[in-house]
């Protein structure tokens, strides 16, 4: 009967409503930024004092690729799953942003044998026995010795950052 084939019908059409709108939801990339993805922020990262240490405020976003490991990796997991304009307030433990405060990086050289004058704060690039390089930080000068500090600046800190997610390049 025709009322037969109108319900058949009817419910085709349902079914494929139903089909499409799965389809979407899942394909639909609503996952916000995932890694591999190239994405571009604007933030400001300030210490427990509320000092600010860094911020992109007033120039071009930071571009990065997620989970490449070019940010700190609580930077990374703060912006995976974010979608565009999304804003964010996170905060990081040292283990999260730049590590514990090591004291075994810190260490005294003779004067004499680095055949240089150096002042308090000025950085020096040295290499490790493995071949690595660091950026270590002079913090105190003496006539004998000087003592240098090769953890970084922001080691053994907690951070706060407020990200707000620019755009997303999704990966190939």
């Not at 571009?40 to 427990?48: C, E, K, M, Q, R």
């Not at 799953?81 to 999304?86: D, R, S, Y």
């Not at 390089?133 to 006539?143: F, K």
Request: glycine share 12%.
């Amino acid at each position: 009967s025709c009322y037969n084939q109108c319900m058949k019908m009817q419910r085709t059409i349902l079914l494929c409503i139903l089909l499409l709108a799965t389809v979407s939801i899942i394909g639909c990339g609503g996952g916000g930024a995932q890694d591999g993805d190239r994405v571009s922020v604007h933030y400001t990262g300030t210490l427990n004092d509320g000092s600010v240490f860094d911020s992109s405020v007033g120039r071009a976003p930071l571009e990065f690729v997620l989970g490449a490991g070019e940010m700190i990796p609580g930077f990374d997991k703060a912006v995976r799953g974010m979608k565009v304009g999304q804003t964010k307030k996170v905060t990081l433990s040292p283990d999260e942003a730049y590590g514990p405060y090591d004291p075994d990086l810190v260490f005294m050289a003779i004067r004499d044998k680095l055949g240089l004058e150096v002042q308090v704060g000025q950085q020096l690039r040295l290499q490790t026995e493995n071949g690595k390089t660091v950026i270590a930080t002079v913090t105190q000068v003496t006539e004998e010795n000087i003592t240098v500090d090769a953890n970084h600046a922001l080691a053994g800190q907690e951070l706060t950052f407020e990200i707000e997610l620019m755009t997303i390049e999704p990966a190939n």
